[in-house]
């Protein structure tokens, strides 16, 4: 895991943050993430400045483990100076030897954010999931941990002032906060009160817009009304010349088949696995993947 210098804002890894939302609940399914609440809670991972930073860092670790069903694993945790955060050395197991940035000897607070994100590649490895290529890959185990309840700890390590930044993990603190949010509107919980860094808080309500927006988008009934007008658009131009196929330059939903049997395919707000239903007006469909059931009209 890096440590970020220069802090990088906004939305850039959107569309892989979703992949990878996608990617977790096809391996482990809808049960298997719900089993992920409620997310670990800050006295989990407390570690005071008068504990013995290997016996402390010891049980932050187990901790982690234990949230992330992994309680076979052994970690051993150990500082040295390297570049990045932390980094983890991924074997058959059981146990596994996770290297701390020896700053964090002094730095206690962020050992957990830390150790959540290198206990997450161990689960990662085990669930044989992974995307190809090292950036991609990092932003997987970031939205992972996250998601399934330990990443609250990565968007609080944000902190910014006039003099310095911290930011540990490769999303920008805005995608922490829409991961964050998505778990929020799927599991019912608010992170808000964790939160100890005034920007992470920041981040995190700039995310839940992003996550609401995606529970705005036509075919979905809560479609504002210029978006409505322009999926009406699209779907008289469907009719009329026929379906593309493909999602327009404006919108994620697509138009299939011939005209007098029209289908829309459009992401599920969730888990971002494409739904294709009948274009017949005011309809309820239910995701095969996480199961969540939407309003929509088509």
Not at 150 to 170: I, N, P
Not at 229 to 258: C, I, M, S, V, W
Request: glycine share 10%.
């Amino acid at each position: 895991m890096g440590i970020g210098s220069e802090v990088e804002h906004g939305f850039p890894h959107l569309g892989t943050v979703r992949s990878a939302l996608t990617a977790l609940y096809r391996r482990i399914g809808e049960d298997g993430v719900r089993s992920y609440a409620p997310s670990v809670f800050p006295v989990d991972v407390a570690f005071s400045d008068d504990e013995d930073p290997h016996l402390g860092a010891q049980s932050v670790a187990r901790a982690l483990v234990s949230h992330l069903h992994l309680p076979d694993a052994r970690m051993i945790v150990s500082y040295r100076e390297m570049e990045h955060a932390a980094g983890v050395e991924l074997t058959a197991g059981p146990e596994y030897f996770i290297e701390l940035n020896e700053r964090f000897r002094s730095h206690r607070k962020d050992i957990g954010a830390a150790l959540a994100h290198e206990i997450t590649h161990v689960l990662l490895h085990r669930l044989d999931l992974s995307f190809p290529g090292t950036p991609d890959n990092e932003i997987l185990t970031d939205t992972v941990t996250t998601y399934l309840g330990a990443g609250w700890l990565l968007l609080d390590a944000y902190r910014q002032d006039g003099a310095s930044s911290q930011k540990l993990g490769y999303l920008t603190p805005e995608e922490f906060g829409y991961v964050l949010a998505k778990r929020a509107l799927a599991f019912g919980e608010d992170p808000a009160p964790w939160f100890t860094s005034a920007e992470a808080y920041t981040a995190y309500t700039k995310g839940m817009a992003q996550a609401r927006r995606d529970t705005q988008q036509p075919p979905l009934a809560a479609a504002g009304r210029l978006a409505r007008h322009r999926y009406a658009k699209d779907r008289r131009q469907a009719q009329e010349h026929g379906a593309t196929g493909k999602p327009g330059p404006l919108a994620a939903y697509a138009f299939e088949g011939e005209p007098g049997a029209l289908r829309v395919s459009f992401p599920c707000p969730t888990c971002h696995q494409r739904l294709r239903v009948p274009v017949r007006g005011g309809l309820r469909a239910r995701c095969g993947l996480c199961r969540t059931v939407l309003d929509c009209d088509t």
